[in-house]
Nanobody, 126 residues
Framework: QVQPVESGGGLVQAGGSLRLSCAAT????????MGWFRQAPGKEREFFAA????????DYADSVKGRFTISRDNAKDTVYLKMNNLKPEDTAVYLC???????????????????WGQGTQVTVSS
């Protein structure tokens, strides 16, 4: 069983930056994608970033493109999310996702994870 564990959330002012980390503890295996979702109060869970096992492919939702960067360190089974120029609408619980099915194509992409973290709160004040 794989258990992703997020860290790095908190309160930040608009325009500020945060970096989230997610370590995949427990049984791990090679060649799996990782990603990030978020869920704001009263809204559906939103997929916004994914990365392939070898970091060759990354995808971002338009809402974060150019502001957020996903990366990973396979030696540590860890995925990172650097968030710059944060906005109040970025306020949400951020969830790490591990393994599952990830497709990155020229015109579309999708990611259906297998394992989920518990989430870490990110609050951006105006």
């Amino acid at each position: 069983q794989v258990q992703p564990v997020e860290s790095g959330g908190g309160l930040v002012q608009a325009g500020g930056s945060l970096r989230l980390s997610c370590a995949a503890t427990g049984r791990t295996f090679p060649n799996y994608p990782m990603g990030w979702f978020r869920q704001a109060p009263g809204k559906e869970r939103e997929f916004f970033a994914a990365i392939s096992w070898n970091s060759d492919s990354t995808d971002y939702a338009d809402s974060v493109k150019g502001r957020f960067t996903i990366s990973r360190d396979n030696a540590k089974d860890t995925v990172y999310l650097k968030m710059n120029n944060l906005k109040p609408e970025d306020t949400a619980v951020y969830l790490c996702a591990v393994a599952g099915e990830y497709y990155s194509g020229s015109s579309y992409y999708y990611y259906y994870p297998t394992y989920w973290g518990q989430g870490t709160q990110v609050t951006v004040s105006s």
